[in-house]
C-alpha cells in the first residue's frame, strides 16, 4: 500500500497520548486541569493546514474569573496529556495558568492566527 494510502485514513484524527480520536468524540467533553478541576468544554476545533493544532474551550464562569480568560479560549493540543474515557473528559498536563504562558496558547489565541 502507498504511504499516502496509508496516512489517508489518519488525515482527520486527533492525536492525545498515543491514542486516536474523531474530531466529534472530543466535542462536549469537560476539559480538566492537572489537579482535576474542570476549565470548561470543549465546544470546537482550532485546524490549520488540514491538521487540528487545538480545541476551541467554553471556560465556566469560576475559571474567567481566577485566570481572567475569555468566555472561549483555544487551548493547543500539546498541553493536553490523556483522555478519561469513562468520564468523558480530557486532562491538561498543567495547571491552567501554566498553559496560559505557553508560546502555542499565545500563538493560537492570536487574533491574527491563521485558521482554515
Not at 474551550?57 to 481572567?68: D, I, M, N, W
Request: positive net charge; without cysteine; hydrophobic residues 35%.
Amino acid at each position: 500500500m502507498s504511504r499516502r494510502g496509508v496516512q489517508g485514513g489518519w488525515g482527520n484524527t486527533i492525536r492525545i497520548d498515543e491514542k486516536l480520536y474523531a474530531p466529534d468524540e472530543m466535542l462536549d467533553r469537560a476539559v480538566l486541569d492537572n489537579q482535576g478541576r474542570e476549565v470548561g468544554v470543549i465546544t470546537g476545533m482550532v485546524k490549520v493546514n488540514r491538521t487540528y493544532k487545538g480545541f476551541i474551550v467554553k471556560t465556566r464562569l469560576h475559571a474567567q474569573k481566577q485566570y481572567g480568560i475569555d468566555e472561549n479560549i483555544r487551548i493547543p493540543l500539546t498541553a493536553f496529556s490523556r483522555t478519561r474515557e469513562r468520564l468523558d473528559e480530557i486532562v491538561r498536563s498543567r495547571a491552567i495558568d501554566r498553559v496560559l504562558q505557553l508560546p502555542s496558547y499565545v500563538a493560537i489565541n492570536d487574533p491574527n492566527f491563521d485558521e482554515e
